[in-house]
């Protein structure tokens, strides 16, 4: 059963550093692209980075590229998204999700398959 998991969350100053990790089960973990989205109250849920492992390939949002690092554990079938300088703009629930179609695609919701439950980032003072 293919199954996502979301961990690492939480309160944090401007400023500050967290690391989400999202632990994969039910498929074979390099061949499919993995991304991390985010989704703040009334708004869209949007892609902040992908990776795929085995193409080579990550994307960033503009919004996070230089801040955001996006890596994969494939021992742990695991994809980490460490977060620095973290910004009020930042504050969403984050999920992880996998697609399972053959190529790197758009990191967009729409081309992913399977979600986790989220996580909740909230930086604030």
């Known amino acids: 059963q293919l199954q996502l998991v979301e961990s690492g969350g939480g309160l944090v100053q401007p400023g500050g550093s967290l690391r989400l990790s999202c632990e994969a089960s039910?498929?074979?973990?390099?061949?499919?692209?993995i991304g991390w989205f985010r989704q703040a109250p009334g708004k869209e849920r949007e892609g902040v980075s992908c990776i795929r492992n085995d193409l080579g390939s990550t994307y960033y949002a503009d919004s996070v590229t230089g801040r955001f690092t996006i890596s994969r554990d494939s021992a742990k079938n695991t994809v980490y998204l460490q977060m620095n300088s973290l910004k009020p703009e930042d504050t969403a629930v984050y999920y992880c999700?996998?697609?399972?179609?053959?190529?790197?695609?758009?990191?967009?919701?729409?081309?992913?398959?399977?979600w986790g439950q989220g996580t909740q980032v909230t930086v604030s003072s």
């Open positions: 999700a996998v697609d399972l179609g053959p190529l790197f695609r758009l990191c967009v919701p729409r081309e992913y398959d399977y």
């Open positions: 039910g498929f074979t973990f390099d061949y499919y692209a």
